[in-house]
């Protein structure tokens, strides 16, 4: 089982970015998945998640109508879309989902069982 994110990169503030997680080795359409970043020296977080439907989405306060978390079941494919991009949104993005079924958009690392190997977003001011 594998999830690569990708589509991270270099961006000034207010730009957009897009990024894509690929999960290969089986189906996770009945499965929440979530983001979350990493900034140097500091601890992993909760950035938005989405139910197996996508119906449903929770987002950070931080990123809350800024960013958008989607994802095509068919595909096996999440996305996160990113818009009016900050400095401080500089970070290691990881593409995660959980084992269990359900229909809770966990906001902790530890409810998530697969991790991507994180893509790195540096905006610029």
């Known amino acids: 089982v594998q999830l690569q994110a990708f589509g991270g990169g270099l961006v000034q503030a207010g730009g957009s970015l897009r990024l894509s997680c690929a999960a290969s080795?089986?189906?996770?359409?009945?499965?929440?998945m979530g983001w979350f970043r990493q900034a140097p020296g500091k601890e992993r977080d909760f950035v938005a998640a989405?139910?197996?439907?996508?119906?449903?989405?929770r987002y950070a306060v931080s990123v809350k109508g800024r960013f958008t978390i989607s994802r095509d079941v068919a595909k096996n494919t999440l996305f996160l879309q990113m818009n009016s991009l900050k400095p401080e949104d500089t970070a290691v993005y990881y593409c995660?989902?959980?084992?269990?079924?359900?229909?809770?958009?966990?906001?902790?690392?530890?409810?998530?069982?697969?991790w991507g190997q994180g893509t790195l977003v540096t905006v610029s001011s």
């Open positions: 995660a989902a959980r084992r269990l079924l359900g229909s809770l958009l966990a906001v902790n690392t530890g409810a998530y069982d697969y």
């Open positions: 080795g089986r189906t996770f359409s009945k499965n929440v």
């Open positions: 989405i139910s197996s439907s996508g119906d449903n989405t």
